[in-house]
């Protein structure tokens, strides 16, 4: 991108809800990082996600939290348990019944802090896991854990328009593994990705080349340390430490890498977007 201008990049404060990994563990393996022989930390990972919750806070950035609750370890993986666009809420159906009880946990929660536009799910949707809010219309994916027929239930609930897509590789089983907006569309600029074109199928790779010709491209060692997983303000782009090509990449394009460790998160297949369900009002 040499000699080419580089367009300023405009924070935008976000409002996160985030749930402390007190009863993190392994004990299933509900996805290909999974790994119950392993040993993991529960105290690992709660300095971790307390570090990812401080950054997005030194970000300028709100997180609320919600109480965990024993016996559901993955419910750190707040990305999964709602989609809020609006202030509508659709929240999730889970297909692995490890991770059915936290839908309601969640639900409970926006209904206790005023979101009464809430719908629960009829079809199974992993909600931010699988659904990505460009500014304009929902990418949502399929293939190993949301079902189709829930794209068509989101655009109803949401009202916003749904465009469907489909994941091949079994390590990238949700979206947010394989995909992330860098920068929502506005008034006068589309939106941004960044993704891994081998996570999806190959009409999928064309819808996305163009939608977004635009698009960063990861490669699959930016893949392979969970560096789809990232959550950008528009300017500061969250990414695990191990994505610093990947960052390097956005840096190019006048974005500004953070890098956070999410190393135990990983073990059950999360990173810094799992643990990150955003409420946009």
Same mark, same amino acid.
């Given at each position: 991108?040499?000699?080419? %201008?580089?367009?300023?990049?405009? &924070?935008?404060?976000?409002r996160y809800l985030m749930c402390p990994p007190r009863y993190f563990a392994v004990d299933y393996a509900i996805n290909p990082w999974m790994?119950?022989?392993k040993p993991v930390s529960a105290d690992v990972a709660v300095a971790q996600w307390t570090e990812l919750r401080d950054t997005y806070r030194r970000l300028g950035h709100t997180v609320e939290e919600i109480d965990p609750q024993p016996g559901l370890p993955d419910m750190v993986f707040a990305a999964n348990s709602g989609t809020v666009v609006d202030g509508r809420v659709l929240g999730s159906r889970f297909r692995a019944p490890q991770r059915t009880a936290e839908a309601e946990h969640f639900r409970? =929660?926006? !209904? *206790?802090?005023?979101?009464? #536009? !809430?719908?629960?799910?009829e079809k199974i949707n992993e +909600?931010? $896991?699988?659904?990505? =809010?460009t500014g304009r219309v929902l990418l949502a994916g399929t293939g190993f854990r949301t079902d189709p027929a829930a794209h068509a239930e989101a655009q109803e609930v949401l009202g916003v328009p749904v465009v469907s897509l489909q994941l091949i590789d079994p390590r990238y089983y949700h979206l947010d593994t394989a995909l992330f907006v860098l920068a929502e569309a506005t008034d006068t600029a589309t939106?941004?990705? %960044?993704? @891994?074109? #081998?996570?999806?199928? &190959? $009409?999928?790779q064309r819808v996305l080349r163009r939608m977004f010709p635009d698009a960063v491209l990861a490669t +699959? +060692?930016?893949? *392979?340390?969970?560096? !789809?997983?990232? %959550?950008? /303000?528009?300017?500061n782009v969250v990414l695990p430490v191990e994505a610093t #090509? !990947? $960052?390097?990449?956005? +840096? *190019?394009? $006048? @974005? *500004?890498? %953070?890098?956070? /460790?999410i190393s135990e998160l990983r073990k059950a297949g999360g990173g810094p977007k799992c643990c990150t369900l955003e409420i946009r009002k």
């Amino acid at each position: 991108m040499q000699g080419e %201008v580089v367009p300023p990049r405009v &924070p935008t404060p976000r409002r996160y809800l985030m749930c402390p990994p007190r009863y993190f563990a392994v004990d299933y393996a509900i996805n290909p990082w999974m790994d119950p022989s392993k040993p993991v930390s529960a105290d690992v990972a709660v300095a971790q996600w307390t570090e990812l919750r401080d950054t997005y806070r030194r970000l300028g950035h709100t997180v609320e939290e919600i109480d965990p609750q024993p016996g559901l370890p993955d419910m750190v993986f707040a990305a999964n348990s709602g989609t809020v666009v609006d202030g509508r809420v659709l929240g999730s159906r889970f297909r692995a019944p490890q991770r059915t009880a936290e839908a309601e946990h969640f639900r409970r =929660w926006f !209904l *206790e802090h005023g979101y009464r #536009d !809430l719908t629960m799910p009829e079809k199974i949707n992993e +909600a931010e $896991g699988d659904f990505a =809010w460009t500014g304009r219309v929902l990418l949502a994916g399929t293939g190993f854990r949301t079902d189709p027929a829930a794209h068509a239930e989101a655009q109803e609930v949401l009202g916003v328009p749904v465009v469907s897509l489909q994941l091949i590789d079994p390590r990238y089983y949700h979206l947010d593994t394989a995909l992330f907006v860098l920068a929502e569309a506005t008034d006068t600029a589309t939106a941004q990705i %960044v993704y @891994y074109p #081998d996570a999806f199928s &190959p $009409g999928s790779q064309r819808v996305l080349r163009r939608m977004f010709p635009d698009a960063v491209l990861a490669t +699959a +060692a930016d893949a *392979e340390c969970f560096g !789809l997983n990232g %959550v950008s /303000d528009g300017r500061n782009v969250v990414l695990p430490v191990e994505a610093t #090509d !990947l $960052g390097a990449r956005l +840096a *190019e394009r $006048g @974005y *500004e890498p %953070v890098y956070v /460790d999410i190393s135990e998160l990983r073990k059950a297949g999360g990173g810094p977007k799992c643990c990150t369900l955003e409420i946009r009002k």
